[in-house]
């Protein structure tokens, strides 16, 4: 990819057109919205690379985009398809240190169903 060619952000949707991630992002107040857009921007200005403390890899292709605001913590994991979609698969506000197995897990699985069918749908952030 050239550097001067943006990756474009997208919420992941399922085979039954549900998207868990947009439903958390929705049900944030107007503040954290707009918190974790500037990250999402950021994220894409920087062609996905962003390292601590903004990204964290978790495991294989997921990355996790860290957003500590307003004594919440925010995570969203995300992986980059193809070179050119950045697709936001999971979310979730972060109560302990360690991130939960259980939300990792979500997240794989919703990574697994998203290769499994290319065909699912993706909506622009």
């Known amino acids: ?36 857009l500037s990250y999402a921007n950021l994220l894409i200005e920087k062609n996905g690379n962003l390292g601590m403390p903004y990204s964290k890899h978790i495991q294989n292709k997921i990355w996790e985009l860290r957003v500590d605001f307003n004594k919440n913590c925010y995570r969203i994991f995300y992986f980059i398809f193809d070179g050119q979609k950045i697709i936001l698969l999971h979310g979730f506000s972060k109560k302990t240190n360690k991130t939960p197995q259980k939300e990792i897990n979500k997240a794989i699985n919703y990574y697994n169903n998203y290769l499994a069918n290319l065909n699912d749908k993706l909506y622009e952030f």
């Open 1 to 36: 990819m050239s550097s001067d060619q943006k990756l474009n952000l997208y919420f992941y949707y399922n085979t039954n057109n549900r998207s868990f991630i947009y439903e958390f992002y929705s049900a944030l107040d107007k503040k954290s919205r707009r918190k974790i």
